[in-house]
């Protein structure tokens, strides 16, 4: 269909076993930066990412074309 537009934005949340608080200050920008590389080459859109020490919000911008299980793949 001529000028069809689909967005959807999708809000993951990652949680640690057992909820422990075991992501730390000092290295929790690299761990973020490794997602938003694994979404950026997956051609999605990480519109925004943050958490504490037990877990994770990352809210994307999916592609259609790619179901949310497959984007752990390199892309």
Known sequence: ??????QIHIHF???VKYREAIIKK???NELYKYISGIIKNNNHKRL???GVSDHIHILV???PAQSISDLNETG
């Open 13 to 15: 949340v990652f949680a």
């Open 48 to 50: 925004a990412i943050n």
């Open 61 to 63: 911008g999916i592609r």
């Open 26 to 28: 000092e290295w929790k």
């Open 1 to 6: 269909m001529a000028n069809t537009y689909i």
